[in-house]
């Protein structure tokens, strides 16, 4: 993954964690990781694997392509 890509994952994470009024507590539950974890995805210092991205999408209702800022399309395609 670039920066440029950890930057749009970072930014995209916390966004959504807002949007959906979500401690970053919350967001680790989902996935099964400790709240510094998704901290230090907001902050760009680490990701998910690869089950906790798609569980992530899948909560947010989002694409995977759309987190890790292949696309500004947030929609899945169908």
Do not use: C, H, W
């Amino acid at each position: 993954m670039n920066y440029r890509n950890m930057a749009d994952f970072s930014e995209r994470i916390k966004e959504l964690r807002i949007q959906n009024g979500m401690t970053q507590e919350e967001v680790g539950k989902i996935i099964g990781v400790k709240r510094y974890s998704v901290y230090g995805y907001e902050k760009g210092n680490n990701y998910p694997e690869i089950p906790g991205l798609i569980t992530l999408a899948d909560y947010f209702g989002v694409s995977t392509d759309y987190l890790l800022g292949r696309t500004d399309n947030p929609e899945i395609n169908k």
